[in-house]
């Protein structure tokens, strides 16, 4: 079935196109693709609720087009979406399809919708085993190139603050980077790509596993390259409006991440913080 992208888009399709389908499974095979920007990355749940639908419905209708359920079909959606979408056909589908709307109302409404998919996908379990994970590492690597070095730069902010020893890795030759270091198994790194994933940040998370590292995946989905090579996933959804993604859910896990941590040696983090301020205080750089 994946012999080649245009043959897996072509398949899809053609199933469609085919395979009969009630005037429900209509309504369902509409909705998902109509608007493949947002829909490919929502669970099966979700798309229930938007078809107005029983989730065991969505499976029979995943399994009737030859899948074994719903997750390889939306694994098959969310590559088709990457594959295809560019900032071009974001902002052309944003412009044939908000006359009444303006940019703000809408760019608003999404990055909502980004935080809200995120809350409801959150692992709390694994976001737990990060946090111990990061608590107990010797040293905490962060990997990113592009849009998504923001938050490389936020985790730097409060993992100082709190007194952890990390390394930054941004921009293109992170993967070189990292092969001169010395990672040990009780390190961590944490590698942040979304939607098409960039080869070198799967390359630094896949050298840092190899060398017995814990791995973590900020990612926008559980079957990506990415989230492939790491030991632990944490979604971030990043549909845009206007530009191919939008950098607020991926911020707000990276605020899950450092308040949770935070939160776990309470009194550590208090003496830490107030160390941090007073450093701050002896520079004249805030106004009176």
């Known amino acids: 079935?994946?012999?080649?992208?245009?043959?897996?888009?072509?398949?899809?399709?053609?199933?469609?196109?085919?395979?009969?389908?009630?005037?429900?499974?209509?309504?369902?095979?509409?909705?998902?693709?109509?608007n493949l920007q947002r829909n490919a990355f929502l669970?099966?749940?979700?798309?229930?609720?938007?078809?107005?639908?029983?989730?065991?419905?969505?499976?029979?209708?995943?399994?009737?087009?030859?899948y074994s359920g719903f997750p390889e079909l939306k694994k098959e959606l969310e590559i088709i979406y990457r594959k295809t979408t560019t900032p071009h056909e974001v902002f052309r589908e944003f412009l044939n399809g908000n006359d009444e709307k303006d940019v703000v109302d809408t760019t608003i409404e999404q990055d909502i919708q980004n935080i809200m998919n995120l809350r409801t996908q959150l692992d709390r379990k694994t976001l737990e085993k990060v946090v111990e994970a990061i608590d107990n590492a010797k040293k905490i690597l962060i990997a990113s190139i592009g849009a998504s070095e923001t938050c490389v730069d936020i985790f730097y902010y409060y993992l100082d603050a709190l007194g952890k020893e990390y390394i930054k890795l941004k921009g293109f030759g992170i993967s070189k980077q990292i092969e001169i270091m010395e990672i040990e198994p009780n390190d961590v790194v944490i590698a942040i790509s979304f939607q098409r994933i960039l080869l070198e940040v799967r390359d630094v998370a896949?050298?840092?596993k190899n060398r017995g590292a814990t791995t973590i995946a900020i990612?926008?989905?559980?079957?990506?390259?990415?989230?492939?090579?790491?030991?632990?996933?944490?979604i971030a959804p990043v549909t845009a409006t206007v530009y191919?993604?939008?950098?607020?859910?991926?911020?707000?896990?990276?605020?899950?991440?450092?308040?949770?941590?935070?939160?776990?040696?309470?009194?550590?983090?208090?003496?830490?913080?107030?160390?941090t301020k007073k450093e701050w205080e002896e520079f004249p750089i805030f106004c009176e």
Not at 27 to 33: G, K, M
Not at 245 to 274: F, G, R, T, W, Y
């Open 219 to 234: 990612t926008d989905s559980e079957f990506n390259a990415l989230a492939r090579v790491c030991n632990h996933i944490l």
């Open 206 to 208: 896949q050298f840092a």
């Open 244 to 275: 191919s993604l939008s950098q607020a859910a991926p911020v707000v896990m990276v605020n899950l991440i450092v308040n949770s941590l935070a939160a776990l040696n309470k009194d550590k983090s208090l003496k830490m913080l107030e160390k």
């Open 43 to 66: 669970n099966g749940p979700q798309i229930a609720a938007l078809c107005d639908v029983a989730p065991s419905t969505i499976t029979r209708f995943a399994q009737k087009l030859g």
């Open 1 to 34: 079935m994946r012999k080649g992208f245009c043959n897996m888009k072509t398949t899809l399709t053609e199933k469609l196109k085919d395979i009969p389908l009630s005037r429900q499974e209509r309504v369902i095979a509409d909705t998902i693709t109509k």
